[in-house]
Structures are given as C-alpha cells and as structure tokens.
C-alpha cells in the first residue's frame, strides 16, 4: 500500500515569510498527526485531527501556526510570519489501531 | 506528568556486543509503550509494541510496571542496527477514544564493525 505522502521535502524561507506543507494519509486512516522535530530532539505533536475534526492542538502556537483536513483526507500545515526557531522537520503520521504511520518529513530551513 | 525519558543521546558498542537502550516513563494511566525507529534516509516506523511480546530484527522489550520501564535489548547488535531509536508512551485522551504517543528524545545507536 502506499505510504503517507508528504510535500515539498525541502523548504528554505526568510523569516517573516509563509510556508505551508501538504500531507496525504494513508487511505482510510481516520486519525492524522503533524508533528514538529527540531534537531535532537523526539516529535513534538502540533495538532491531531480526527476526520476533519480537531481532537488535540494544545501544543499549536496558534498565533502563527494553522491546519486543516478540510474532506478528512489530505491535510495543509501552514506558518505565517515564520520565526528563526520554526527551522525543524514537519512530520506527517496517520494512524490505524495503535500504530503510527510516518512520512517522510519536510525540513524547514528558516535563514 | 505524561514523560518518557531516554538518559542516553548516544550509545556506541561493537557488532556482535549485546545492547540495551533504556527507557523510563511516567504515567498515572494504564501504559502502552512504543518503541520506533529511524534508519538513515528512511521514515521513522514502528519496531515494537509491549502489547504484542514481540521479537523484531532480534530485539525485545519488556514493559516493567514496578520500575516504569521499557527497555528495548538485543543479544547480539549488528550494523544494520544503526539508527535512532525513540521510546514512545501512549496516552487516551477525551473520551478515552483519543490517542496520542508522548515521545521521548531519542537514543542514537551505532554499532562499529
């Protein structure tokens, strides 16, 4: 089957300027996940969607960061103005029972 | 407080040495512990579950209730292990039907020939 689909992989934006990711799940996982990794560190869970529904966004800085699953499938990340600190990797999963299903990653690179 | 904790950032040993990374969690619930993986340019995935008492690739962990860990152990590391390997703890949330895996920092691991 085909796995999380993720885009673009690379990204390099000055600060202040917008960004926004895309991420396809896996066919008819409910539950997607975004993610962000700063270097050395574990994923930091943004937002967790459940079809097109919010169930967890406590972690968003909602001041500058947004999502959406608008149909309950495909899913957008957006940051606008991006900060110095936003400069991580974007992690996409979707989930079926009680595993996780990755894909693999934007790197965003804020100069 | 929900936190998985992983002391080691780095663990080095030779091929064919046994290996151990470590992990610790903090829970007032009923735990379900992860351990994922991330071999060079490839995706983060799953290795091991403690529900299943599984063994993948030759490792194993045993989720100890007594001492909140979830020690991920293999006898005899290879090379191919190479790779960052994350202790995952998963939580219900809402209703109960929410889930979510707090994630530890990560162990990277490298096993020099």
């Known amino acids: 089957e085909a796995g999380v689909a993720q885009s673009p992989r690379y990204k390099i934006i000055e600060k202040r300027q917008s960004v926004a990711f895309w991420c396809n799940p896996i066919s008819g996982h409910a539950t997607l996940y975004w993610y962000q990794q700063i270097l050395g560190q574990g994923p930091k869970l943004l937002i967790q969607f459940q079809n097109n529904g919010v169930v967890d966004d406590s972690q968003l800085p909602k001041d500058r960061f947004s999502a959406e699953r608008l149909k309950g499938v495909d899913s957008t990340l957006k940051i606008q103005p991006a900060k110095l600190e936003d400069s991580a990797v974007y992690l996409c999963?979707?989930?079926?029972?009680?595993?996780?299903?990755f894909g693999p990653g934007t790197r965003l690179t804020v100069l | 407080a929900q936190r998985v904790t992983q002391p080691e950032k780095l663990l080095s040993v030779f091929k064919g040495a046994p290996v151990e990374l470590k992990c610790n969690y903090s829970?007032?619930?009923?735990?379900?512990l992860f351990w994922y993986v991330q071999y060079s340019r490839q995706r983060l995935q799953l290795l091991l579950r403690?529900?299943s008492r599984e063994s993948i690739k030759g490792f194993t962990a045993d989720l100890n209730k007594g001492e909140t860990s979830f020690h991920l152990k293999k006898p005899f590391a290879q090379e191919e292990d190479s790779a960052m390997y994350y202790c995952a703890l998963g939580v219900r949330f809402g209703d109960g039907n929410n889930r979510k895996l707090i994630w530890g920092l990560g162990t990277s691991l490298a096993v020099n020939p």
């Open positions: 999963a979707s989930r079926i029972a009680d595993t996780q299903y």
């Open positions: 403690h529900i």
């Open positions: 829970y007032s619930g009923s735990p379900e």
